[in-house]
């Protein structure tokens, strides 16, 4: 079991910028590659970047490329999601997950662990 907590949500102006943070603590943080994902109201939810193992590869979704950026610290068990020039339409609930796999995958099906989410909202 891994448990996911995420942090760093809250009310920002377009332009601005956030940093959400993910902790993991029941198994060992770096065996899983992680992903961030959101879902805004109505919709469903969507992928936004994943990251592997190592951290040594990267993946994100066309809407966010450029913008944000996910990284991690094994050391620190945790996560990041560094969002800037952000966009009215990055409002959504922001999820990590995590992945027992070796590879960086976009379906969010393929993941373990999920945490509660975290806010995120962008006023124009």
């Given at each position: 079991q891994?448990?996911?907590v995420e942090s760093g949500g809250g009310l920002v102006q377009a332009g601005g910028s956030l940093r959400l943070s993910c902790v993991a603590s029941g198994r060992?943080?770096?065996?899983?590659?992680?992903?961030w994902f959101r879902q805004a109201p109505g919709k469903e939810r969507e992928f936004v970047a994943a990251i592997n193992r190592g951290g040594g590869?990267?993946?994100?979704?066309?809407a966010v490329k450029g913008r944000f950026t996910i990284a991690r610290d094994n050391a620190?068990?945790?996560?990041?999601?560094?969002?800037?020039?952000?966009?009215?339409e990055d409002t959504a609930v922001y999820y990590c997950a995590a992945?027992?796999?070796?590879?960086v995958r976009t379906a969010?099906?393929?993941?373990?662990?999920?945490?509660?989410?975290?806010?995120?909202?962008?006023?124009?």
């Open positions: 891994v448990l996911l060992t943080f770096s065996n899983y590659a992680m992903g590869r990267t993946y994100y979704a066309d620190k068990n945790t996560v990041y999601l560094q969002m800037n020039s952000l966009k009215p992945d027992d796999s070796p590879f969010s099906d393929r993941y373990d662990y999920w945490g509660q989410g975290t806010q995120v909202t962008v006023s124009s």
